[in-house]
């Protein structure tokens, strides 16, 4: 009994690959040995990427979501509203001191 030299993961009693890596060999036999590794890579990192491109994604909502929208009164909860007025009434008497 032998391990499987490709997977390294099954035994192999009669042949020299086992039964899962003996249909990657045939593919290989008839597609060629680099378009069915430029497939896996293609369609393999692809997927890894777009696991990071959601993670990343995620992570930006909870991040604005986290940040208070003081420009649009429709985005602030009526647990802060006093604030938003506050922080309003403030930028108006900025803006109206410059003038």
Known sequence: MF??????TEWCITSKLCDKCNKVKHLMDIYSRDKVVEILEKV????????????????KETHSNDLKD???PDKIPESEEREYL????ADLKKKLSKK
């Open 44 to 59: 393999l990192v692809v997927e890894q990427f777009k696991e990071e491109e959601k993670k990343d994604k995620i992570e």
């Open 70 to 72: 003081y420009d649009n």
């Open 3 to 8: 391990s499987c030299p490709l997977c390294r």
């Open 86 to 89: 506050t922080r309003r009434k």
